[in-house]
Every structure is written in C-alpha cells, then in structure tokens.
C-alpha cells in the first residue's frame, strides 16, 4: 500500500523560505507502473488547491499561477521523495500542504492540477502545517 510522508512545515516569516519533503513508500510492483506526485494546500475556510505536481521523469511539471517562479518541485527517485522548495513566501501561502499520488501510465505524464479529478489523485498524505506570519 502506498503511503506518503510530508515534513519541513513550520513558521515563517514573509519573504523567508521553507523546503517541504514528501516520502513515498509501498512504490515497488506497482500498475501503473509510474506515478506522478502532486503538492497542494488548504488555508482555513478554502478548498483544497493545487500548487505544483511532477512526472515520473522529474522533468515535467507544473505550477499553479500563484506560486509561478517563487516554488521549484524536484523529485529524487532514487530516495523515493518529492520537495517543494518555497521561496518568497507571502501570508496568502499559509495552509495545510499535502502531497499526493497519481499511478499513471506515462513517465512524462505529471497529472492535473485538479485535485478532485476523479481517480487521479488517489493517495495522500497526512500533510503539513505551514505558516507565514511576521
């Protein structure tokens, strides 16, 4: 069973940055045989959105406009994680940051920026807090 794994949130001050890592495990001997994973928060009283998801390949990805040249996600497939480098961060970054899942079928494939896509996004994590306040 896959489970993911998110830590590196915390306080932090506007402008300041914060690197988020998502652990994925359970990966092996799975069909699909790829899986895209996603980053997307919550703030108090709003829906859950998307900020950046990325391919199997580590070299697609997307970002929601908001985050756009102020968030860079990598992946190391190697070490089974995905990060989130936060840069430039603002109060309207505060949330609750998940990371999530999608088994597909295409190394390239990074998935949508959806998150309620139906059956795409199928495994999450417990998330991770994070705040910007001066």
């Known amino acids: 069973q896959l489970q993911l794994v998110e830590s590196g949130g915390g306080l932090v001050q506007p402008g300041g940055s914060l690197r988020l890592s998502c652990a994925v495990s359970?990966?092996?001997?799975?069909?699909?045989?790829?899986?895209?994973i996603g980053w997307f928060r919550q703030a108090p009283g709003k829906k859950r959105e998307a900020v950046a998801t990325?391919?199997?390949?580590?070299?697609?990805?997307q970002y929601a406009d908001s985050v756009k040249g102020r968030f860079t996600i990598s992946r190391d497939n190697g070490r089974n994680t995905v990060y989130l480098q936060m840069n430039s961060l603002n109060p309207e970054d505060t949330g609750v940051y998940y990371c999530?899942?999608?088994?597909?079928?295409?190394?390239?494939?990074?998935?949508?920026?959806?998150?309620?896509?139906?059956?795409?996004?199928?495994?999450w994590g417990q998330g991770t807090q994070v705040t910007v306040s001066s």
């Open positions: 359970g990966v092996s001997e799975r069909n699909p045989d790829y899986l895209a």
């Open positions: 990325i391919a199997s390949n580590g070299r697609n990805t």
């Open positions: 999530a899942a999608a088994g597909v079928y295409l190394s390239f494939y990074s998935g949508t920026l959806d998150p309620d896509t139906p059956n795409e996004w199928n495994d």
